[in-house]
């Protein structure tokens, strides 16, 4: 099936300069519909206020809610817990690496990260594009 | 009056007693054994004195050496200067940082959103842009000279805190357990980026997929394994 290029994404990052390099590639990649979260809270309100979106892209390290927090809000929630879910970190210890995975996390991504490695990670979440 | 003094004075005053010819022997006795014990005291505190004396002494010196050394640490300029200082150089370095991001990323959206209908045109505004991308560069020289006044004062108060850490004997206190939020962040949050980059050994490859879980550092390759 062909992935919807039009389908809203969320990134989640408390560095607005991260959520700009993320939001361009994506434009890069095609995808335009993209919206943001400052934190894992933020990102849970917008998705349990009944925004639907077709991936969440989330950093690890926020406050007052991590990126890990949200993954296991978002699995522990009937409606929310197909959503497709990569994580970015600057840090991929092995046991935060399978934490993530054994919680629910479709794909990991270590920063610093290049567009080849984001379109690879996302074709494997969501399909070829 | 020190202790050996009044015992040298009872001493004398036994003396006195005992030479003044008294006629009853259980007298004298009762002397003699007071005798026994003023040269008995005089000896223990005599002795007691001089370990007092001589603990009192070293706890003297140890203060005053203390003293010296938390002085020799100039706190007050570590405090009041040195590290204010390297506070604000790390802050202008984020600021630097931040600014020639923001340049940077806003001259490559501006050449990715323009469209190519007047090729010279597209040239010059290509050229401009690109020009002014690598003036942004110029934030590196900067930034570069305010971490290393940073590292300068780091250093600077490492040397002294190991050389009073060494002077005085210090052994390190159990660590105190920090505030609420301090607690949730070391339970919840990454250490972040390592200086060594996250690059894999095979080790670690093999400890993941053998089932012993290590603190070994996993690349983007290894992860990778792990979803495919």
Not at chain 2, 116 to 133: C, E, F, N, S
């Amino acid at each position: 099936m062909a992935v919807d290029m039009a389908m809203p994404i969320l990134v989640v990052d408390d560095y607005k300069t991260m959520i700009r390099i993320i939001r361009n590639l994506l434009k890069q990649l095609g995808f335009n519909n993209v919206d943001e979260a400052a934190d894992g809270q933020e990102a849970l309100q917008k998705m349990q206020a009944g925004a639907k979106f077709g991936l969440v892209i989330s950093d690890w390290n926020m406050e007052p809610m991590t990126g890990f927090e949200l993954l296991k809000e978002v699995r522990g929630d009937d409606k929310l817990k197909g959503t497709p879910f990569i994580m970015i970190t600057a840090e991929s210890k092995t046991e935060n690496v399978i934490a993530a995975k054994r919680a629910g996390v479709n794909n990991y991504i270590v920063k610093p990260f290049n567009a080849a490695t984001l379109k690879a990670k996302m074709s494997s979440v969501i399909g070829d594009f | 009056m020190p202790a050996t003094d009044v015992a040298t004075r009872i001493r004398s005053a036994l003396d006195d007693i005992k030479s003044t010819n008294l006629d009853d022997p259980r007298l004298m006795e009762v002397l003699g054994l007071a005798e026994n014990l003023v040269d008995s005291m005089k000896i223990f505190f005599g002795s007691l004195d001089s370990s007092v004396h001589g603990e009192f002494r070293y706890i003297a010196e140890y203060i005053a050496r203390t003293r010296d050394e938390i002085a020799a640490l100039r706190p007050n300029d570590i405090q009041n200067a040195r590290l204010p200082t390297a506070g604000a150089e790390l802050e202008a370095v984020v600021k630097d940082t931040e600014k020639a991001t923001d340049i940077i990323m806003s001259m490559a959206e501006e050449i990715l959103e323009e469209n190519p209908t007047d090729l010279d045109a597209y040239k010059a505004m290509i050229d401009g842009k690109m020009m002014q991308m690598i003036e942004a560069c110029s934030f590196q020289d900067i930034t570069g000279q305010r971490v290393s006044k940073v590292v300068e004062t780091l250093t600077h108060i490492e040397e002294r805190v190991s050389r009073f850490s060494e002077v005085m004997g210090v052994l390190d206190a159990a660590e105190e357990q920090g505030d609420e939020k301090e607690e949730w962040r070391k339970e919840n949050l990454l250490n972040g980026p390592q200086l060594d980059g996250p690059a894999t050994g095979q080790d670690a490859i093999d400890a993941l997929f053998d089932g012993d879980i290590s603190d070994e550092q996993l690349g983007q390759d290894d992860i990778d394994s792990m979803f495919d």
